[in-house]
């Protein structure tokens, strides 16, 4: 029942400054507010409250079940894989796929190609290369290349011809859209599959074609460590990968 603003969270909103952690006041009067007003920022670490007792009977659970304001998804899925150290590179690949370095302080892009913003664990801060869609472009394709009532089969039936395939797709090319990406232009790119021609010499397989998006992903991710890299001067001192994409053998 209390109102709370979580401090990563906040300064994705615009409503906290980057550096400071205190009110975007500048941010304000850019939009033509004189002034932002927002409670004491709060850390996903510690609880911000308590379940009120008429939610608590509503959800069957007890009334003091602790509630966390968890910020924002990728910071929380970093720290969930334990990236919190200065230096250390996170990337969630899920339905779509972000690359973040953890820093002791704001790194910021001259060029704006790349995100900064807070790390859920306090005094961090991260830097991102956004690469966009990816388990929701691969999704897409299986139920292309391998349709069937239960998507989750048509993934698995799939993953199993990936295995058999050779390394380079037998010269396929495939780009669904996860790439190094420009966050002061991001916009639509041109997309699909190439692959050698005449089909009567070798005709794509499934798993040809899907090995290929895969190592399209891998290169996208390459990519974007590298962004950062170049940003940063230094390399990455750990690498962790999560996501729903990771449960692909």
């Given at each position: 029942?209390?109102?709370?603003?979580?401090?990563?969270?906040?300064?994705?909103?615009?409503?906290?400054?980057?550096?400071?952690?205190?009110?975007?006041?500048?941010?304000?009067?850019?939009?033509?507010?004189?002034?932002?007003?927002?409670?004491?920022?709060?850390?996903?670490?510690?609880?911000?409250?308590?379940?009120?007792?008429?939610?608590?009977e509503?959800?069957?659970?007890?009334?003091?079940?602790?509630?966390?304001?968890?910020?924002?998804?990728?910071?929380?899925?970093?720290?969930?894989?334990?990236?919190?150290?200065?230096?250390?590179?996170?990337?969630?690949?899920?339905?779509?796929?972000a690359?973040?370095?953890?820093?002791?302080?704001?790194?910021?892009?001259?060029?704006?190609?790349?995100?900064?913003?807070?790390?859920?664990?306090?005094?961090?801060?991260?830097?991102?290369?956004?690469?966009?869609?990816?388990?929701?472009?691969?999704?897409?394709?299986?139920?292309?290349?391998?349709?069937?009532?239960?998507?989750?089969?048509?993934i698995?039936?799939?993953?199993?011809?990936?295995?058999?395939?050779?390394a380079?797709?037998?010269?396929?090319?495939?780009?669904?859209?996860?790439?190094?990406?420009?966050?002061?232009?991001?916009?639509?790119?041109?997309?699909?599959?190439?692959?050698?021609?005449?089909?009567?010499?070798?005709a794509?397989?499934?798993?040809?074609?899907?090995?290929?998006?895969?190592?399209?992903?891998?290169?996208?991710?390459?990519?974007?460590?590298?962004?950062?890299?170049?940003?940063?001067?230094?390399?990455?001192?750990?690498?962790?990968?999560?996501?729903?994409?990771?449960?692909?053998?």
């Open positions: 029942g209390e109102l709370a603003v979580n401090h990563a969270a906040g300064v994705e909103a615009g409503l906290i400054e980057l550096q400071t952690g205190g009110p975007a006041c500048e941010i304000a009067k850019a939009v033509g507010l004189d002034e932002v007003s927002i409670p004491s920022p709060i850390t996903s670490l510690n609880p911000a409250g308590s379940l009120r007792s008429d939610v608590a509503a959800l069957g659970l007890d009334s003091d079940t602790p509630v966390f304001n968890a910020g924002p998804d990728t910071q929380a899925g970093l720290y969930g894989m334990g990236v919190t150290a200065p230096g250390s590179t996170g990337i969630v690949a899920g339905w779509s796929c690359v973040q370095r953890v820093t002791e302080f704001p790194v910021l892009d001259p060029e704006r190609g790349l995100w900064t913003g807070r790390h859920v664990e306090p005094g961090r801060w991260i830097l991102e290369a956004n690469l966009g869609i990816m388990g929701g472009a691969y999704l897409w394709l299986c139920g292309l290349i391998s349709p069937g009532p239960d998507p989750g089969e048509a698995t039936r799939l993953n199993r011809d990936v295995m058999d395939a050779p380079g797709g037998s010269g396929l090319t495939v780009h669904l859209g996860p790439a190094s990406t420009n966050m002061s232009s991001a916009g639509l790119r041109a997309g699909g599959l190439v692959f050698p021609v005449p089909l009567a010499l070798h794509p397989a499934s798993g040809e074609i899907a090995r290929a998006a895969l190592e399209g992903f891998g290169f996208a991710i390459k990519s974007g460590i590298e962004q950062i890299d170049n940003l940063s001067g230094t390399p990455s001192t750990s690498l962790a990968l999560g996501g729903g994409m990771t449960r692909s053998s």
